[in-house]
Nanobody
Framework: VQLQASGGGLVQAGGSLRLSCTASGPIFSLGASGWYRQAPGKQREVVAT???????NIQDPVKGRFAISRDNSKNALYLQMNNLKPDDTAVYYC?????WGQGTLVTVSS
């Protein structure tokens, strides 16, 4: 199964973006999925995850600002990012099980 992440870009602090991750098949409802990010010079870190049953977990640095969702009919996973901060600048990767997308760059200017 291939994952394709999109939706990244340049945004000012306080702005919003929605990342999308589309799959070539119905994968997101079969296992755990979510989003990681990797900032320049830093290790990859988990941002948000969703279980097969739809339970979500948002990590503390983005809690209250980011939300994860999915649309099984579209084989899509989303990351809604609000009130973005410069520290959110990173390449964002989606995953489902052992499958990973190629990453999409989010740059937040101050």
């Amino acid at each position: 199964v291939q994952l394709q992440a999109s939706g990244g870009g340049l945004v000012q602090a306080g702005g919003s973006l929605r990342l999308s991750c589309t799959a070539s098949g119905p994968i997101f409802s079969l296992g755990a999925s979510g989003w990681y990010r990797q900032a320049p010079g830093k290790q990859r870190e988990v941002v948000a995850t969703m279980t097969r049953g739809g339970l979500t977990n948002i990590q503390d640095p983005v809690k209250g600002r980011f939300a994860i969702s999915r649309d099984n009919s579209k084989n899509a996973l989303y990351l809604q990012m609000n009130n973005l901060k410069p520290d959110d600048t990173a390449v964002y990767y989606c995953f489902s099980g052992s499958n990973w997308g190629q990453g999409t760059l989010v740059t937040v200017s101050s």
